[in-house]
Every structure is written in C-alpha cells, then in structure tokens.
C-alpha cells in the first residue's frame, strides 16, 4: 500500500489530479449508493413484515370470531375466507396439533417448498422469520378443544429479484461512475495545468532567448494569472535591474576613462619632453596627482554606492538624534570652509530619535551640505532646518546658489548625472553623491526631495519616520 502511494506520488501532477478525483467521485459515489441500498432493503422487508404481520391478525381475529372447531362442515367457509385474504406469492395454511395441514391456500407458493420446513422445533410454532426466500410466520390457535398453528408463507422471490436488479445496476453505475470521473479529471487537471504549462513553455523560453519573454496571461483574475502576472512583473524587475547594473558598469568605465587618458597623455609628455624641461615636469607631475586624486574619490565614491544599495540588516546601532548628528557635521564644515554663513533651526527635533545608523545620517547630511557650498558662488548663506509632522522628522538644507534648471531637476539624484559637466567636474563632482544620499535614505524608508530655482537657490528635503519615544 505504501509502495502506491509513494507510486502515486511521483507522478505528474495531472495523473496525480486525475487518480485523486476520480478516486475521491468514486468513493463518493459507492457510499452513497451502500447507504441507499441498505436503507431500500431495510425499509422493503420492514413493510413485508407489517403486511404479513396483518394479515395474520385478520386470520387469527376471524377464527375466534366464528369460534370454529375446524369439523369437515367448516371447511367450505375458512377456504373460501382464506382464498379472499391470501395475497400474491403467499400461502397460508392452518396445522393441527401434529403439524399436518388442514387447511392449505396458496398463490404461486410450490408445497415442496414449505414442507421443508417442519414444526418440530419449538420456536417455529411462533414468531416471524426468513428461510432462504421465503417469510414465515406462524401463530398458535386455541378454539376449544383444537390445539394448532397458523402459517403465512411468503415467497420473497421476486423481491430478492429486485433487490439484486438493484445492486446490479449499482455496480454498473459505479463503474460508469469511475470512467466520468477518470475523464472529468483528466479534462479537469488539463484546464488546471495549461497556465502552468505556458508558464514553464515560457521560463523555457527565457533561458534560450533571453530576459525580455514573457508569460501570456490570460484574464480570469483567478489564483494562477495572478501567479503570471507576478512572475511578468519579476522578470521586469530582473531586466530592469540587469540593465541598470549594465548601464552603471559602462558608465562607470566611462567616468574612469577621462582622468586615466589624462594622466596617460602627461605620462608620455613626460617620457618625450619633460625629462629635460623642469616646468614641463613640474606642470605634468601636478595635474597627474590631480587626476590621481580625482580617481581614487571616484573609486571611493562608487565603493559607498554599492554599499548603500546593499541591503544589510542587523548592523549595529540604527538609532540616531537627528539634531546632534546635524550639529556635529555643521561643526565640522565650518572648520573646513570659515566663510560660510550657516543659520541653523532644530529646535523642532530636539529629542526625536529617528532609525538610521549616526554614520549614515552624517554621510547624508555631508553629501547634501557639500554640494550648497560647491555651489554657491558668492552668496554664501546655507539654511538647515529641522520639523516634525505626522510622525515624521524631515530637515530641511536650503542654499541661495546657483540653482538647478528645471529640465534637469528630475535627473539630478541619477548615477553619474551632472547638470554641467565641465563645472562640476571642476569641482571634483563625480555625479554619485546625490545617487548614494537617495539610497542611503530610501535604505532607512525615507525620503529625498530636491525644490530649485535657477539662480535663487536649492531646497534639500530628507525625512525619515520617527521611532516611537
Ligand atoms: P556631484 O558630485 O557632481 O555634486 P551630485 O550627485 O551630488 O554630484 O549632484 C548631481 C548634480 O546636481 C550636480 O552635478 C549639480 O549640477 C547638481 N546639484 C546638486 N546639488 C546642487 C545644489 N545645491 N545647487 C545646485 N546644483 C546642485
């Protein structure tokens, strides 16, 4: 039974949907059909019984009622009585003291059949019983001196016929049963098993043409076209993702590109030229640590991106008070560049707690903060200020610079975007400081926002959710 089962079970799923409901209609179908059967029967032979039962009484109610004494003068009238109240396939015979029959009325009941049966046994001179297809009851009868039985015989036959009619077409039924249900089942775990076959059709598919094929879903809003529509948008997601890392290894290369072929042309101008020309030398030699310095920020840079986008969990403290850390970068930024002037306002935060690691606060607040001074010109005036609303504590770096075109504004947190190259470049603005403060925010569920005006000034907004106190 266990080698089935375990048979059973390694196999497909449509033979394994066909075997399980044709097994399960079937084993429904056979109760059914039992319980019926029996309940039949039971209630057939309960209703011979009454009959019988009955038509007895009448017999027996009749013989006291004339108080016959069973003489040769009686005969006439307890025949032609009996003849009136014999039924179908029934006899009915009236014994005296010794079990012979006075009295013998039958209805296709053989006599070979009854005296078979004889009296001896003390039990059979009362009470109901079956013998093979015939129901017996008899009773005793006492009128005066005459000591003897009454016999109904009925012959069960065409009963017993019936009932066997019945199982008959039953198991016919229950065979039919098994043959729908099998092909029901089978139709069944096809319908069920087509979306998964397309599906499978479809990963195969992917795998030898490539990421952009996808899953024909079809619109029956059911469990499985919304298992395909989810599988659709993975493989979306998986592209979109594949593209995106392709684009950032050529950009990357791009942006690694100029300062290389920048140091390589001062290289051989030094190999052909500056040996013996001191400024030559002097000139190549200092914009080559330039560019050196420029290449290890990029690399560094590109290093705290990939970190950001790394979804580490459980790295130490994740709790920070927003308006220390602002204060503790402010300290630091006017020691590096005096002639800023830098109004703060976080009295609003004072003893918010928000869930952020203090480094990666600081990395932001850096980023943010760098990018006002780098372009500010002349107006040298930066706002930060700090607010807390609907559970959220948001700080807010406002600079009067140059600004940030309206075109551009919706690119400027991409990789590597610079509104102008050159200036940027300049000053030593790689294009990812903006792109690693989004991940870095979005890591911690917040949220980055840029307002700008050309030359008025640029509003940075990032919030993060508040931890409960
Ligand atoms: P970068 O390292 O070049 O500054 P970012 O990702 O930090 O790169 O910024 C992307 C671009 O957005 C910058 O090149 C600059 O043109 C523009 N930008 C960012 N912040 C400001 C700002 N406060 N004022 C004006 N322009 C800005």
């Not at 040298?380 to 807390?388: A, D, L, N, T």
Request: charged share 25%; hydrophobic share 40%.
């Amino acid at each position: 039974m266990r080698k089935l089962f375990s048979a059973v079970h390694q196999l497909p799923i449509k033979w394994k949907l066909t075997i399980w409901s044709s097994l399960l209609l079937f084993l429904l179908f056979a109760a059914y059909n039992a319980v019926q059967y029996t309940f039949i029967e039971k209630w057939m032979i309960q209703q011979e019984k009454i009959g019988t039962r009955q038509n007895m009484n009448e017999i027996l109610n009749y013989f006291l009622e004339n108080e016959f004494s069973f003489k040769e003068s009686d005969m006439p009238y307890i025949r032609g009585f009996l003849e009136k109240v014999n039924h179908q396939n029934q006899s009915i015979r009236v014994l005296d003291d010794k079990g012979r029959p006075i009295v013998v009325v039958s209805n296709r009941v053989p006599n070979e059949w009854i005296d078979g049966d004889p009296l001896s046994a003390p039990e059979k001179t009362g009470g109901l019983y079956f013998k093979d297809r015939l129901l017996i009851m008899r009773s005793p009868l006492t009128i005066f001196e005459f000591n003897g039985t009454v016999e109904i015989v009925k012959n069960n036959e065409d009963f017993v016929q019936l009932i066997n009619a019945f199982s008959r077409v039953m198991l016919v039924c229950g065979f039919g049963a098994i043959i729908i249900s099998g092909v029901g089942g089978r139709l069944l775990a096809r319908q069920l098993l087509k979306p998964l076959q397309s599906m499978a059709d479809a990963i195969r598919k992917i795998k030898q043409k490539g990421l952009h094929e996808r899953v024909l879903v079809n619109n029956n809003h059911d469990e499985i076209s919304t298992l395909m529509k989810m599988f659709n948008e993975m493989m979306d997601q998986v592209e979109r993702s594949f593209q995106q890392q392709r684009q950032f290894v050529e950009d990357a290369s791009h942006e690694l590109r100029t300062p290389i072929a920048i140091i390589e042309g001062h290289l051989s101008l030094l190999q052909r030229w500056g040996k013996k020309d001191p400024a030559i030398l002097e000139e190549s030699l200092d914009i080559s640590i330039q560019e050196l310095a420029r290449l290890k920020g990029l690399v560094q840079e590109l290093l705290a991106l990939t970190r950001a986008e790394e979804q580490t969990t459980g790295e130490g403290v994740r709790k920070a008070k927003p308006d220390q850390v602002v204060l503790h970068v402010m300290k630091h930024i006017a020691a590096v560049y005096p002639s800023f002037q830098l109004e703060t306002e976080l009295v609003p935060l004072t003893g918010t707690m928000i869930e952020i690691s203090e480094g990666h606060l600081e990395q932001i607040m850096l980023i943010v903060l760098d990018n006002a001074m780098k372009y500010s010109m002349e107006n040298k005036r930066i706002r930060i200020k700090g607010s807390v609303l609907d559970r959220h504590a948001s700080i807010e770096i406002t600079d009067s610079g140059i600004g940030i075109p309206e075109t551009d504004l919706p690119y400027v947190m991409d990789r590597f975007y610079r509104v102008d190259k050159a200036r940027s470049r300049e000053q030593g603005g790689n294009g990812l400081g903006l792109s690693i403060a989004k991940r870095l925010v979005e890591r911690y569920n917040g949220a980055i926002s840029i307002r700008s005006k050309e030359n008025e000034g640029t509003t940075v907004t990032v919030s993060f959710p508040v931890l409960p106190p």
